[in-house]
């Protein structure tokens, strides 16, 4: 996977370099467009960046399947030493008895009665002692020193680890599912500004045509004018027809270049970045996608933000895992290598010394009022509410697609018709300029013509980039917008 993105990058960075060539050269086709909107997002950056978090959460998932190592070291200082007893001790003492084969303890005898002395408390008086001096019980705990190595396997912990890194995996699925819904926006919005510059350029070199129509009619209309053919009405008339074409060649000069700002903001570029698009000029927009039949199975496996609830829901599911495996008994392995100093294996001495020790360690819980299992209910809860939301996804997909083709196949009957009229209108026109050449049609009449050839033009322009943006969004809904070569 990590070679497979580092491909996806190199390949990205040339292809923004090949259209900053492009860009330097004065034509940037639309897959430029793309590839450089795609790599100077920055939301697609901090999708990016996601994905690198969810994968590095689930390799951290993984690690709790291993042993884990810990060394752990401390020291402490004591202002006083410790004592075991408060003073010297007197000990009494046995001899052993050959009669009773027994030791019996050395008491004081009185030599009158023969009867072992007594204190005035009722305590036998012993005859010998053994000194246990105070000093021999008071050791050096000034400076203490500890350290452990400890090794500790997770054996069984009721599912949770599995859970765990199954949680993690779909996290890291969604965080690449969202990027990708991401992607798809953004080639979605650079369509849409790509194609609105080519339309206003086509409508800007359209205006200047019928400007030049105009003015050319503005001509005749002042020589015949001169010639006493024409009167002063009419040429006023035509030139508020100049003087309105005038006006319009402004106001989509001014939109095609706030359409090229937008485009090239998208694409990461300066605002006032001027370029060329490789569709400008063009005469024909047709797309080649046609409205077909939709297979809906196929559009729910491709469309990202169905997939990302699929995968929400299952890491929904595996939270109820974890909040079962709360309820579950667990088993843990633990060995460990401790030192102290000072140590007391061989009495108390004041150097290091260390053994080891293995055992395990089992949880078995037994009561806690309900809490976790009320916990697990909750978790299945949000999952079962993530299977709805997928259920009413999916019935919106399915009316958003239906939309979308109907609209597409709308958009094919509109461009049919505004074809077929910009045909007529061309004709219409021609027709209304040789009848005024000849003497045969008046000025309005051509003007009527002149109008109706700029709407038909209009008309099928933005039919033509209408059909172009059913095309994008009808792939995008169902799924199959194809952007693997721009990313």
Not at 215 to 242: F, I, N, P, W, Y
């Amino acid at each position: 996977m990590m070679l497979k993105n580092i491909k996806r990058y190199l390949s990205l960075v040339v292809t923004a370099a090949v259209a900053t060539c492009a860009i330097a050269q004065g034509t940037v086709t639309l897959d430029s467009c793309r590839s450089m909107a795609l790599q100077n997002n920055k939301e697609l950056r901090q999708a990016e960046v996601k994905i690198l978090g969810a994968s590095y959460q689930r390799k951290e998932a993984a690690a709790a399947y291993l042993p884990s190592v810990d060394l752990e070291a401390s020291y402490l200082y004591n202002s006083r030493k410790l004592s075991m007893v408060a003073e010297d001790q007197l000990l009494p003492t046995k001899s052993f008895n050959l009669q009773t084969q027994q030791y019996d303890f050395n008491l004081a005898v009185n030599p009158m009665t023969g009867e072992p002395i007594t204190t005035p408390s009722g305590q036998y008086v012993p005859s010998t002692v053994a000194l246990l001096p105070k000093s021999a019980l008071t050791f050096n705990i000034h400076n203490i020193f500890a350290g452990a190595i400890t090794v500790t396997q997770p054996l069984y912990m009721g599912g949770k680890i599995k859970a765990m890194n199954e949680l993690t995996r779909y996290a890291e699925d969604l965080a690449r599912q969202m990027r990708d819904s991401r992607v798809e926006d953004v080639i979605y919005d650079v369509d849409a500004a790509y194609w609105q510059v080519v339309s206003l350029k086509a409508k800007e070199d359209l205006a200047e045509s019928y400007l030049n129509l105009v003015e050319s009619l503005d001509k005749d209309v002042k020589r015949m004018l001169e010639q006493g053919v024409a009167t002063r009405a009419t040429l006023l008339s035509v030139d508020v027809k100049v003087n309105e074409a005038q006006v319009d060649l402004t106001r989509v000069r001014n939109g095609v270049v706030l359409s090229r700002m937008l485009l090239a903001q998208l694409c990461g570029l300066p605002v006032n970045t001027v370029m060329t698009l490789a569709d400008e000029g063009r005469e024909d927009f047709e797309p080649t996608l046609r409205p077909t039949e939709i297979d809906m199975e196929h559009v729910y496996k491709t469309r990202h933000d169905l997939q990302s609830l699929e995968l929400a829901t299952r890491i929904y599911e595996e939270k109820a895992n974890v909040a079962r495996s709360e309820m579950m008994p667990q088993v843990v392995a633990i060995g460990a290598f401790h030192m102290t100093n000072p140590n007391t294996y061989n009495g108390f001495e004041n150097r290091f010394a260390g053994a080891f020790s293995i055992g395990a360690m089992v949880k078995v819980p037994l009561w806690h009022w309900g809490g976790p299992q009320n916990k697990y209910k909750a978790a299945l809860t949000e999952a079962m509410v993530k299977r709805l939301e997928i259920d009413d996804a999916k019935d919106k997909i399915a009316l958003q697609v239906s939309q979308a083709n109907y609209r597409m196949q709308e958009s094919w009957k509109t461009y049919e018709m505004t074809r077929a009229n910009l045909e007529k209108a061309e004709e219409n026109l021609r027709i209304a300029q040789v009848a005024f050449t000849e003497g045969m049609a008046t000025t309005d009449e051509v003007l009527t013509a002149q109008t109706a050839w700029v709407k038909a033009n209009s008309e099928n322009i933005d039919a033509q980039i209408d059909l172009r943006m059913c095309d994008v969004y009808l792939s995008k809904v169902t799924g199959n917008l194809n952007w693997n070569t721009a990313y």
